[in-house]
């Protein structure tokens, strides 16, 4: 779905809106009453003021209702209970593009929203940083290592950006991939199925040397064994804290594939409580 034009995906949303909407707001042919009716909907129920208030603002942002309360053109054919207009619709959303500019300072910038099936393989290569008129997306070390975990090569990747860009590819860029390249794979992480440890292994004996007397790794408490590394800290622990370190690590599953994995962003820590109230005397 993340690859469907945008207009497509608008339209599959504000359709599974409509068609979720409380019986109460429903019309006899499928789509809605006049919104300004649905605050009395449900008259005997105390929580409706706020849940029709809640489908008011969803509507809204959805674009099903405008700012000044009218209809746009788009929105009448789901509103009858039919299609949405899907042309009316594509005329009030900016023109999707397929070029993007490659810079020396490893970004990418899209000069207008890019095309969705090109931004979704663009994200499996570099870190969307911004989106909005103009995408910006950064690649790094990492996120150009997970690509390469997904399937990707520097000959594949060389190909795609060559194709997408508007400058060719930078000097910066083009070492970046060389340089992923070769320590793509270098170190492995996977569990022992003997023992159930954490197991890490190089080819390159150098870089075990390294992570063994690394400061940073201390709290995964490695332990040397047999030209490896091993730990009681889970394997997925393990990966995230040698990718942080800067360590070419890829996860290794028991029948030997590289696996992939999404690093899921720390929820916001909550503002700090400063009612006087609660303090004691």
Do not use: C, K
Request: charged content about 20%.
């Amino acid at each position: 779905m993340a690859a469907f034009p945008a207009v497509a995906r608008w339209s599959v949303l504000a359709t599974a809106y409509r068609d979720a909407l409380p019986r109460g707001v429903r019309s006899p042919s499928g789509g809605w009453i006049p919104p300004e009716t649905w605050s009395g909907a449900h008259p005997w129920d105390p929580a409706w003021s706020e849940h029709s208030r809640m489908l008011h603002d969803a509507a809204r942002l959805l674009g099903l209702i405008a700012e000044d309360g009218t209809e746009p053109e788009w929105a009448v054919g789901l509103r009858e209970g039919g299609a949405t207009d899907t042309s009316a619709l594509a005329r009030l959303l900016p023109a999707e593009v397929d070029r993007i500019f490659l810079q020396n300072d490893l970004t990418a910038i899209a000069p207008g929203p890019l095309a969705p099936a090109l931004d979704v393989r663009l994200r499996t290569i570099a870190a969307r940083e911004s989106a909005a008129q103009a995408s910006s997306y950064r690649f790094t070390a990492e996120s150009v290592a997970h690509a390469f975990v997904a399937g990707e090569t520097e000959a594949s990747i060389l190909e795609f950006l060559g194709g997408l860009s508007l400058t060719g590819i930078p000097q910066p860029l083009a070492y970046l991939l060389s340089q992923t390249a070769q320590r793509h794979g270098l170190v492995r992480v996977s569990t022992d199925e003997e023992t159930g440890r954490t197991r890490i292994e190089s080819v390159d004996s150098h870089l075990i040397d390294a992570m063994a007397v690394d400061q940073s790794l201390r709290p995964l408490a490695l332990t040397a064994h047999v030209g490896s590394l091993t730990t009681r800290v889970s394997r997925e622990t393990v990966y995230w804290a040698l990718t942080d370190a800067r360590y070419p690590a890829t996860l290794v599953g028991a029948d030997g594939a590289l696996l992939v994995r999404e690093r899921h962003p720390a929820p916001p820590a909550a503002p700090p409580h400063d009612d006087a109230s609660d303090l004691t005397p």
